[in-house]
């Protein structure tokens, strides 16, 4: 019967804007059971230190295998997913599972790697976020030092006083905090006095541009400049051509991702992309 409401639904919608629509149904209806199911992936994104070209991490990207739909990215049900609060039993399998994957690499040899995982604003405002890190590092065996959580500046913003004692608890127990999509938040800069994170990750959009002009230039190298000065690591995302490596080197910028380095990938992948790696720089 659900399924037979479903296909009436989807025959409601017509044209594009109903394409959209049906498609939004069609994600909130399967996300129920897609974690049951086990339709979410992980893949792994390499990060580099920049002075040593060596691979220092991996961002842990979600990714849902849907039995019809094929590969649905984040941004299609990461949006669907927090309207429906499922972001937060999602977002516990994630974390898991990154820490699990990365403990395992680490007793295999794999090296001395960090794990980056995405938080959504939902599941940093419900409370119990520090406990699930706490009991996640717990369960899998993963240092706290080798786990670094992706907050965004709009987290960040409200209810100051309660996200100063959360980012202070995750803090106390090693994990690395950095601010993702930096520089596109309209947020006040003040705020990185006050919050103990470790570093910003500067926006692809900054990044990815840079060949259209000196102002994206610009405002990177400020990046560099101010999170240095206060004390904080930069890495930048979306690096896909070896003129923007050199120049980021050139300023100083401590780390990067992008395709130029790889796409994410599968976690088989990865562990071959990082056996079989050659410092390039
Ligand atoms: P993000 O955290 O800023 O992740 C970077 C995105 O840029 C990823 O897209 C990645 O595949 C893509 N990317 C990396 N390097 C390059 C490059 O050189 N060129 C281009 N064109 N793109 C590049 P993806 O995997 O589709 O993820 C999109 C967004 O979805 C993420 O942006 C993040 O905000 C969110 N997301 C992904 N996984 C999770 C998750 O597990 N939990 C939560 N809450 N959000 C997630
Ligand atoms: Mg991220
Ligand atoms: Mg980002
Ligand atoms: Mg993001």
Redesign the pocket.
């Given at each position: 019967a659900a399924k037979e409401a479903g296909r009436n639904t989807f025959r409601f919608f017509t044209g594009q804007q109903g394409g959209q629509a049906a498609e939004q149904l069609l994600i909130r209806n399967g996300l129920h059971n897609a974690l049951l199911r086990n339709e979410f992936i992980?893949?792994y994104?390499p990060q580099l230190d920049l002075t040593t070209g060596r691979i220092v991490g991996a961002?842990?990207?979600?990714?849902w295998l849907h039995p019809e739909q094929g590969m649905v990215?984040?941004?299609k049900f990461?949006p669907v997913a927090?309207e429906s609060g499922l972001?937060v039993p999602?977002?516990e399998w994630?974390l898991h599972e990154a820490c699990r994957q990365l403990a395992q690499w680490r007793e295999e040899g794999l090296g001395d790697l960090v794990v980056a995982?995405?938080?959504?604003g939902v599941?940093f405002k419900r409370g119990y976020l520090v406990e699930s890190v706490t009991h996640t590092l717990a369960r899998t065996g993963l240092p706290a030092t080798c786990l670094e959580l992706?907050l965004?500046e709009s987290m960040l913003m409200h209810d100051v006083e309660n996200v100063i004692s959360t980012l202070q608890r995750l803090k106390a127990l090693g994990v690395r905090l950095s601010i993702?999509?930096f520089g596109t938040g309209y947020s006040c800069l003040s705020y990185l006095t006050r919050f103990d994170v470790d570093t910003l990750?500067i926006?692809?959009s900054f990044?990815?541009q840079l060949h259209l002009g000196d102002q994206h230039a610009a405002i990177i190298r400020a990046v560099i400049q101010m999170a240095h000065s206060l004390d904080l690591a930069t890495i930048a995302?979306?690096?896909?051509d070896a003129e923007v490596v050199a120049f980021l080197r050139a300023h100083a910028c401590d780390q990067a991702?992008?395709?130029?380095f790889s796409?994410?990938l599968p976690a088989e992948d990865f562990a071959r992309f990082v056996r079989q790696y050659r410092a390039v720089l």
């Amino acid at each position: 019967a659900a399924k037979e409401a479903g296909r009436n639904t989807f025959r409601f919608f017509t044209g594009q804007q109903g394409g959209q629509a049906a498609e939004q149904l069609l994600i909130r209806n399967g996300l129920h059971n897609a974690l049951l199911r086990n339709e979410f992936i992980l893949h792994y994104q390499p990060q580099l230190d920049l002075t040593t070209g060596r691979i220092v991490g991996a961002e842990a990207l979600v990714r849902w295998l849907h039995p019809e739909q094929g590969m649905v990215p984040p941004g299609k049900f990461i949006p669907v997913a927090e309207e429906s609060g499922l972001i937060v039993p999602i977002g516990e399998w994630v974390l898991h599972e990154a820490c699990r994957q990365l403990a395992q690499w680490r007793e295999e040899g794999l090296g001395d790697l960090v794990v980056a995982v995405n938080l959504s604003g939902v599941e940093f405002k419900r409370g119990y976020l520090v406990e699930s890190v706490t009991h996640t590092l717990a369960r899998t065996g993963l240092p706290a030092t080798c786990l670094e959580l992706e907050l965004t500046e709009s987290m960040l913003m409200h209810d100051v006083e309660n996200v100063i004692s959360t980012l202070q608890r995750l803090k106390a127990l090693g994990v690395r905090l950095s601010i993702d999509d930096f520089g596109t938040g309209y947020s006040c800069l003040s705020y990185l006095t006050r919050f103990d994170v470790d570093t910003l990750k500067i926006d692809q959009s900054f990044v990815r541009q840079l060949h259209l002009g000196d102002q994206h230039a610009a405002i990177i190298r400020a990046v560099i400049q101010m999170a240095h000065s206060l004390d904080l690591a930069t890495i930048a995302e979306g690096v896909e051509d070896a003129e923007v490596v050199a120049f980021l080197r050139a300023h100083a910028c401590d780390q990067a991702q992008g395709y130029f380095f790889s796409k994410p990938l599968p976690a088989e992948d990865f562990a071959r992309f990082v056996r079989q790696y050659r410092a390039v720089l």
